[in-house]
């Protein structure tokens, strides 16, 4: 595939502005169609973007035949089916993590994805960080070994809000959403299977519907093992912060930075084109459609990871 890649992006909220900031980096790719639910300020992003087609509804953009692929930064429990509608319109997908928050609707998506021959990927960003891809590269060199993840996932979302600090519709969660990135990176570093997983959570607030703290505990085929804290009660340093205890080497990634057990910070700039993990997983999934290949974070490589969270979610709830 020679030609422009022409992309709808559903979501013009944090998300969706980081996707269309890594994409203006990327060569042969052109947004041209912006979805989200308030059309004024879609059409706002749009107006800054040079974007020429905005609408509420997804099957507009789905309609255009311009449109090769489709990026959803949509709520979580719309992911699931508006990735079945992408490919059943026979469009490549990258929908943002989680690709479901019920099993069952993630495995209709892995179905449907391998009949249609489509690029169909799950934003797993972490597989993405230049800080998790140096330690990935140091293991598949037989240089480092995981014997322990110890990871910290922190927010202060008391109430419904983004990343931008700006009122949600709809409800996050710290089982299906964010454990979700530390589930399958934990299997993907370890290049092994979860074979044990445990959890307990807290009391469930009484608006929201949701346990506003969890942990975690994971066990892999090879021995590793993984303690994962997360809360939405966290009035501190936010976000998620993931120290790598190895045979050879301690490190701690924080997003797209990376640091020795000493707190020493490892130049992690050459690692890959970008320092941006949201723009690397934009470039992933371009050149899997280009090359006509399944890219790294596919939907059926991703899904083990959702098998582990809905054997969680029986628990939690038994």
Request: one cysteine or more.
């Amino acid at each position: 595939m020679s030609k422009t890649i022409k992309v709808a992006l559903a979501g013009a909220g944090a998300f969706g502005i980081k996707h269309l900031d890594g994409i203006k980096n990327i060569d042969g790719v052109e947004v041209v169609s912006l979805v989200s639910r308030d059309l004024d300020k879609t059409r706002e992003v749009a107006a800054k973007y040079g974007i020429g087609h905005v609408t509420t509804d997804l099957a507009d953009s789905l309609a255009l035949k311009e449109v090769d692929a489709v990026i959803l930064c949509t709520p979580t429990q719309m992911h699931a089916s508006q990735t079945l509608a992408c490919l059943k319109a026979g469009k490549h997908v990258q929908v943002e993590i989680p690709l479901c928050d019920v099993l069952t609707d993630g495995e209709e998506v892995v179905q449907v994805a391998a009949k249609s021959g489509l690029v169909a990927m799950c934003g797993h960003t972490r597989r993405f960080n230049p800080s998790h891809q140096y330690v990935h590269k140091k293991i598949t060199a037989g240089e480092f070994n995981i014997q322990q993840m110890d990871v910290q996932t922190y927010f202060f979302r008391r109430t419904n809000m983004n990343a931008l600090g700006q009122a949600r519709s709809w409800t996050d969660h710290l089982l299906w959403h964010h454990a979700a990135h530390t589930v399958d990176l934990f299997a993907y570093q370890c290049g092994s299977p979860i074979v044990k997983a445990n959890a307990i959570q807290g009391p469930i607030h009484p608006t929201l519907g949701i346990a506003m703290d969890m942990s975690i505990q994971l066990k892999a085929a090879n021995g590793a093992i993984c303690t994962l804290s997360l809360s939405f009660n966290n009035d501190g340093p936010l976000g998620t912060f993931f120290r790598y205890i190895g045979d050879t080497a301690t490190y701690i990634a924080r997003y797209d930075d990376l640091f020795n057990g000493k707190e020493e910070k490892i130049d992690v700039s050459k690692v890959d084109v970008s320092m941006n993990g949201i723009e690397l997983q934009d470039r992933e999934f371009f050149a899997a459609i280009k090359e006509g290949r399944e890219p790294n974070s596919s939907v059926v490589s991703v899904l083990p990871c959702y098998q582990v969270l809905h054997e969680l979610e029986l628990q939690l709830n038994a």
